[in-house]
Protein backbone atom coordinates (compact mmCIF):
# COMPACT_ATOMS: atom_id res chain seq x y z
CA UNK A 1 0.00 0.00 0.00
CA UNK A 2 1.08 3.45 -0.78
CA UNK A 3 -0.47 6.50 1.61
CA UNK A 4 -0.46 9.96 0.05
CA UNK A 5 -0.80 13.02 2.10
CA UNK A 6 -0.86 16.32 0.00
CA UNK A 7 -0.30 20.02 0.85
CA UNK A 8 0.10 23.11 -0.58
CA UNK A 9 -3.82 24.48 -1.34
CA UNK A 10 -5.09 27.84 -0.73
CA UNK A 11 -6.92 30.26 -2.03
CA UNK A 12 -5.40 32.77 -4.69
CA UNK A 13 -6.25 35.88 -7.06
CA UNK A 14 -6.43 34.06 -11.27
CA UNK A 15 -3.27 35.04 -12.57
CA UNK A 16 -1.39 33.81 -9.54
CA UNK A 17 0.73 30.51 -8.84
CA UNK A 18 0.13 27.68 -6.09
CA UNK A 19 2.51 24.54 -5.65
CA UNK A 20 0.77 21.25 -4.66
CA UNK A 21 2.53 18.41 -2.43
CA UNK A 22 2.23 15.24 -1.96
CA UNK A 23 4.14 12.76 -0.25
CA UNK A 24 4.54 9.50 -0.20
CA UNK A 25 5.13 6.47 1.77
CA UNK A 26 4.55 2.96 2.31
CA UNK A 27 5.84 0.57 -0.67
CA UNK A 28 7.06 3.59 -3.01
CA UNK A 29 9.76 1.44 -4.61
CA UNK A 30 6.90 -0.48 -6.46
CA UNK A 31 5.08 3.00 -7.28
CA UNK A 32 4.92 3.18 -11.41
CA UNK A 33 2.79 6.15 -12.15
CA UNK A 34 1.74 9.34 -9.86
CA UNK A 35 -0.78 11.66 -11.07
CA UNK A 36 -2.63 14.84 -10.01
CA UNK A 37 -6.97 14.74 -10.35
CA UNK A 38 -9.43 17.69 -9.75
CA UNK A 39 -12.80 17.21 -8.68
CA UNK A 40 -15.19 20.76 -8.56
CA UNK A 41 -18.23 20.88 -7.16
CA UNK A 42 -21.01 18.62 -9.64
CA UNK A 43 -17.87 17.83 -11.90
CA UNK A 44 -16.29 14.53 -12.00
CA UNK A 45 -13.13 13.86 -10.80
CA UNK A 46 -10.58 14.60 -13.74
CA UNK A 47 -7.04 14.00 -14.68
CA UNK A 48 -5.12 17.35 -14.16
CA UNK A 49 -1.57 15.50 -14.85
CA UNK A 50 0.52 12.54 -14.54
CA UNK A 51 4.19 11.06 -14.60
CA UNK A 52 5.20 7.57 -14.82
CA UNK A 53 8.59 5.74 -14.10
CA UNK A 54 11.27 7.35 -16.29
CA UNK A 55 9.75 10.58 -16.40
CA UNK A 56 7.24 10.49 -19.07
CA UNK A 57 4.47 13.15 -18.34
CA UNK A 58 1.36 13.88 -19.73
CA UNK A 59 -1.29 17.11 -19.13
CA UNK A 60 -5.04 17.64 -19.81
CA UNK A 61 -5.62 20.08 -22.53
CA UNK A 62 -7.02 22.56 -20.12
CA UNK A 63 -3.71 22.85 -18.19
CA UNK A 64 -0.82 21.98 -20.35
CA UNK A 65 1.63 25.31 -20.47
CA UNK A 66 0.27 26.46 -17.30
CA UNK A 67 1.07 23.06 -15.46
CA UNK A 68 3.88 21.57 -14.31
CA UNK A 69 3.93 17.68 -12.36
CA UNK A 70 7.18 16.57 -11.54
CA UNK A 71 8.49 14.05 -8.70
CA UNK A 72 11.45 14.02 -6.58
CA UNK A 73 13.94 11.13 -6.84
CA UNK A 74 16.24 12.67 -4.29
CA UNK A 75 14.01 11.33 -2.07
CA UNK A 76 13.67 8.21 -3.27
CA UNK A 77 16.17 6.57 -0.86
CA UNK A 78 14.02 7.75 2.27
CA UNK A 79 10.95 6.87 3.98
CA UNK A 80 9.20 9.50 1.92
CA UNK A 81 8.68 10.18 -2.22
CA UNK A 82 7.47 13.95 -3.08
CA UNK A 83 5.63 14.58 -6.04
CA UNK A 84 4.85 18.11 -6.95
CA UNK A 85 2.22 20.26 -9.09
CA UNK A 86 3.86 23.95 -10.04
CA UNK A 87 0.34 25.63 -11.01
CA UNK A 88 0.80 28.99 -13.04
CA UNK A 89 -1.88 31.42 -14.30
CA UNK A 90 -3.92 29.74 -12.09
CA UNK A 91 -7.80 30.73 -13.57
CA UNK A 92 -11.08 30.51 -11.88
CA UNK A 93 -12.07 27.46 -13.26
CA UNK A 94 -8.80 25.73 -11.96
CA UNK A 95 -10.92 25.77 -8.32
CA UNK A 96 -11.05 22.20 -7.20
CA UNK A 97 -10.33 19.79 -5.07
CA UNK A 98 -7.35 18.47 -5.92
CA UNK A 99 -5.96 14.73 -5.03
CA UNK A 100 -2.63 13.04 -5.44
CA UNK A 101 -2.97 9.55 -6.76
CA UNK A 102 -0.36 6.33 -7.01
CA UNK A 103 -0.21 3.12 -8.64
CA UNK A 104 1.64 0.54 -7.96
CA UNK A 105 2.24 -3.18 -7.34
CA UNK A 106 2.53 -5.94 -10.31
CA UNK A 107 1.18 -3.97 -13.84
CA UNK A 108 0.51 -0.90 -11.44
CA UNK A 109 -3.01 -2.31 -10.40
CA UNK A 110 -2.52 -0.98 -7.34
CA UNK A 111 -4.05 2.27 -6.08
CA UNK A 112 -4.17 4.41 -3.64
CA UNK A 113 -5.64 8.53 -2.64
CA UNK A 114 -5.01 11.29 -1.20
CA UNK A 115 -7.31 12.88 0.89
CA UNK A 116 -7.27 15.85 -1.28
CA UNK A 117 -6.37 19.57 -0.93
CA UNK A 118 -8.84 22.60 -1.86
CA UNK A 119 -7.96 25.27 -4.50
CA UNK A 120 -9.84 28.10 -5.29
CA UNK A 121 -8.91 30.67 -7.45
CA UNK A 122 -10.80 34.02 -7.27
CA UNK A 123 -11.82 36.88 -9.99
Known amino acids: QVHLVESGGGLVQAGGSLRLSCAASGTIYSISAMAWYRQAPGNQRELVARIIRGGTTNYSDSVKGRFTISRDHAARDHADNMLYLQMNNLKPEDTAIYYC????????????WGQGTQVTVSS
Open 101 to 112: QANYGLGGQGSD
